[in-house]
């Protein structure tokens, strides 16, 4: 009997909705936007993003992070975002787009404050390929 991908990504999801106490559907749906963020980032600057890059797994971190305060109902206590929207447009612009599209998937509200790092996380991206 051979296991199939669809099988393996079935079982690790169930076994990081335990580690996480995520239900399964939320750990699926935080891997998606993962995944299209990271699509929707190499496509708006025509890189590649290197898997095990530091930067690609800042980024990773700070969405699951992001999802885990937003259920949380937890507020970033820093703002970065003048300092990034001034530093960083197209970063900050792509932060924003990325936080419209996840607003629209969860229906909720991602803060200001968020976006300004997000922005920050998709700038090391931007200059590490």
Not at 29 to 56: G, K, L, P, R
Not at 70 to 82: A, F, G, N, P
């Amino acid at each position: 009997y051979e296991i199939t991908d669809d099988e393996i990504g079935y079982i690790s999801l169930h076994i990081h909705a335990a580690l996480s106490s995520q239900p399964p559907g939320r750990s699926l749906q935080v891997a998606s936007i993962i995944h299209q963020t990271v699509i929707y980032v190499e496509e708006t600057f025509n890189i590649v993003i290197d898997e095990d890059s530091i930067a690609y797994i800042r980024l990773v971190n700070h969405i699951k992070f992001l999802m885990v305060r937003l259920d949380r109902k937890e507020d970033v206590q820093v703002s970065m975002t003048d300092y990034t929207k001034e530093k960083f447009p197209e970063s900050y612009a792509v932060a924003y787009r990325v936080a419209d599209y996840i607003e629209k998937l969860i229906l909720e509200k991602i803060s200001d404050e968020e976006v300004g790092y997000l922005a920050i996380h998709i700038e090391r991206i931007r200059h590490s390929v």
